[in-house]
Nanobody, 124 residues
């Protein structure tokens, strides 16, 4: 069982930055692929970024590529999402998720554990 708790959300002006953190409980964190997803009001949940167990392989949605960076610290059971050059369309609830598998997936249904989410609001 893995429990995930996100933090770091908030309100920021367009062009600003935020860093989200997701702390995982459980001793198997380092074996999980970790992902970030987001859901804006009235929209479906969408994939943002994912990272494999070692941190050497990452994957991003086209909409955030070159602006967001996902990373992880297995010693701290934590995955991060550094968000730069934020846009109003990045406004959403951001959730981290853990997948008990070695391969990265962009599909939410492939992830086994989810956090509660943290709100990110970008004003233009």
């Amino acid at each position: 069982q893995v429990q995930l708790v996100e933090s770091g959300g908030g309100s920021v002006q367009a062009g600003g930055s935020l860093r989200l953190s997701c702390v995982a409980s459980g001793r198997t964190f380092s074996r999980h692929v970790m992902g970030w997803f987001r859901q804006a009001p009235g929209k479906e949940r969408e994939f943002v970024a994912a990272i494999n167990w070692s941190g050497y392989s990452t994957y991003y949605a086209d909409s955030v590529k070159d602006r967001f960076t996902i990373s992880r610290d297995n010693a701290k059971n934590t995955v991060y999402l550094q968000m730069n050059s934020l846009k109003s369309e990045d406004t959403a609830v951001y959730s981290c998720a853990a997948r008990n598998d070695i391969s990265i997936s962009t599909m939410g249904a492939d992830y086994d554990y989810w956090g509660q989410g943290t709100q990110v609001t970008v004003s233009s």
